[in-house]
């Protein structure tokens, strides 16, 4: 019988005397789940090793799923705390450091890990009281690229190259093991004086504004290539872990350019503050 205990010994299952702990822990994000037996699986791999923040972005047949909750096989407390959002950019809106996980390499310049070096990370981070999630993609054919320039690095599993796809629970069971084994060793370094980074929503809002100063400007010569640059300015914008003090002082700096920008204009004439009194002299 699941849960009995024979000779001190706790048979497979759930032992429902056991305390459960909501500790701070990474989001786990679903983008586009097709089946609800993958996120109930998944489910089920994240409570296994103390995650319980589960979201999924957009899953194709809605949410409450009735077959999700079967295949959590008692994950309740996963399952019954779901968040659903309508895009990747929203269900990463309150974290600070976020990476996604792909068994490919791909022609954006973003840093690859292993899943062993993004728990350590990920536990220094959220050891520092700062939040931070892993996003899995669809499927069938995983996340898109500028899905992948809203995160901070991807990580990788080190699965044989001809057979590299991995289910999504099998995935998520993976990297919640090595969050699990890092976070329970004895003493770990965390810092609270470690820098608060930007949320997600924060540098969203710089690279929607850099963005739309450079189409007022004209910047972008051939429309087409807009969308690969943008994906491409995103990493690389990325790459320097602004703090959230520094994303307001750029966008303070980019307003102030844009003002000028328009002050410039033929016609517009110079700010009122950098104006001079006449002169016939």
Known sequence: MAG????????AGTDRTQPMNFDPAPA??????????????????????????LRLVAPRDGWPNDKARAAASRADHVVDRIRVFDTLAEAIADLSLVYATTARRRELAHEVIGPDEAARRLARHIGSAQRAGMVFGREKWGLYNEEVALCDA???????????????????????????????????????????????????????????????????????????????????LGKAGFSDQEVRTLRGILAALDRRHLYDKPGRGLPRRGRGKASDE
């Open 4 to 11: 009995e205990k024979r000779a001190g010994i706790l048979m």
């Open 28 to 53: 786990i994000i679903l983008c586009e789940p097709q089946l609800g037996e993958n996120i109930g699986t998944a489910a089920r791999a994240m409570a296994n090793f103390g995650l319980w923040d």
């Open 154 to 236: 991807i990580v990788t599993l080190p699965v044989d190259p001809a057979f590299a796809s991995l289910n999504i629970a099998q995935a998520v069971l993976v990297t919640a093991y090595e969050w699990r084994r890092e976070t329970t060793q004895a003493a770990l370094p965390f810092s609270s004086t470690e820098a608060s980074l930007a949320s997600k929503d924060e540098l969203m809002g710089m690279y929607l504004q850099l963005e739309e100063a450079l189409d007022r400007s004209g910047f972008f010569k051939t429309p087409e290539k807009r969308p690969t640059f943008i994906i491409n300015l995103r990493t690389m």
